[in-house]
């Protein structure tokens, strides 16, 4: 959702306090307002100004954002530099953009802009701002061999991220290259073009108004763009009290584990499509025309005939009990020879066999949502969260500077 400039200045000037004059120092180079970066990088946003040397130019010759960023004829634009500074310092130290985009949700909810009823996540890739040139494959980096204190910054950077499941701990695969100046990037070719090096920008969305209630950037990976989902839920009912009733999003986010976490833990509906390779169509019977029976712990299949994990019988019945992970459950060949539709079931095979996941119910449930009435509605809102990445892709790659890894 986007809003008028001159309701951002209001909502800024909820949003932070001028500085004390007594405080700041009289020697050296001038401080800068922090609520004048704001406005300054309100005004970047708003109009699309990618540049940082751009942003001050433009700021000094327009009566209009002077006006806006409560700077008289005679103030002086801060230097772009400040904004490095900024960036790499006292944004980061102190939150504060992350608090200034909380206050701005939080005002959007005591206007009765977010339902939270319904939300909506997705990601977007962000190109990172470095040359595959100066990149080394990924046999040949040893982070091992690095000193974090003769190391330039954004490998300290990296070094700090390995162990976060957004970044290094999300998988144990390592990319084909990595990139010298900007190492958290991602070598990825998910845009089905040439690879390039990129972040994941997350976007977590009531779908009433398509008010943006949480952000989070991540490594450009499946498991770290699930991972952060589940960060911005928590986040959203912790910081605001709201837990969606169900929440949308493409097959990317529908893993067995992650809908564990959405059904068992969170107690949310998922409307997430499923890769599902047991359905066919050569003809034959799909894993959908086999019944499962939870309190025996087995198939049936349209014969009326068992699928079982295991024949055997055991004195003691806790070595029956169903274990942990994938699990096969199988006919004997016996009754799959004597069947009428073994030619329907298994024309190529001995025997039937069906493999269930460690949370196969949750994909079961899943399946469930998916032939409810409300499902065409809620893939429709979807569409909600693709839209909004137009403007932030334009805007999120500063010059020479990248993408920051805090989500902001």
């Known amino acids: 959702m986007s809003l008028p400039i001159t309701y951002c200045g209001r909502l800024i000037g909820f949003w932070t306090s001028a500085p004390s004059v007594p405080h700041y120092s009289h020697l050296g180079r001038p401080s800068v307002d922090p609520e004048l970066i704001i406005r300054m990088l309100v005004v970047g946003y708003v109009l699309g100004i990618r540049s940082e040397r751009r942003l001050c130019d433009e700021v000094h010759l327009n009566l209009a954002y002077r006006w806006f960023c409560r700077l008289d004829l005679n103030s002086k634009v801060p230097d772009h530099s400040t904004f490095s500074k900024y960036r790499h310092g006292k944004f980061r130290d102190s939150d504060l953009l992350r608090s200034v985009f909380e206050a701005t949700v939080a005002r959007c909810i005591s206007e009765g802009l977010v339902g939270g009823h319904g939300f909506a996540v997705d990601a977007s890739l962000i190109e990172a701002d470095v040359d595959r040139m100066n990149s080394t494959a990924q046999s040949e980096w040893d982070v091992s061999t690095i000193n974090p204190d003769d190391a330039p910054r954004a490998v300290r950077e990296y070094l700090d991220v390995l162990d976060d499941k957004a970044f290094g701990a999300s998988t144990p695969v390592k990319p084909k290259f990595t990139s010298h100046s900007d190492p958290a990037s991602q070598w990825t070719a998910a845009r089905k073009g040439p690879a390039i090096f990129t972040y994941s920008n997350n976007y977590l969305i009531d779908t009433d ?200």
């Open 209 to 408: 108004h398509s008010v943006i209630v949480d952000i989070e950037a991540t490594r450009s990976i499946r498991q770290a763009e699930v991972g952060a989902a589940q960060t911005m839920i928590d986040r959203t009912e912790e910081r605001f009290g709201i837990k969606p009733d169900w929440l949308v999003a493409d097959t990317a986010y529908g893993s067995a584990e992650n809908l564990a976490w959405l059904t068992k833990k969170r107690g949310i509906i998922p409307f997430i499509p499923l890769v599902d390779k047991g359905e066919r169509t050569d003809g034959t019977f799909s894993r959908s025309d086999f019944e499962w029976d939870e309190d025996n712990d087995r198939y049936t299949c349209p014969e009326d005939q068992h699928l079982l994990q295991s024949r055997r019988n055991y004195s003691d019945p806790r070595r029956k009990e169903p274990k942990t992970g994938r699990r096969r459950y199988r006919a004997t060949k016996a009754i799959c020879d004597a069947c009428p539709s073994k030619s329907k079931c298994c024309p190529n095979t001995n025997t039937r066999f069906i493999g269930r996941e460690e949370h196969e119910d949750a994909r079961d449930f899943a399946r469930l949502a998916a032939k409810s009435p409300f499902n065409p509605k809620a893939q429709a809102k979807r569409k909600k969260v693709e839209m909004l990445f137009a403007p932030s892709n334009a805007f999120s790659a500063w010059d020479g500077s990248g993408f920051e890894v805090p989500a902001v």
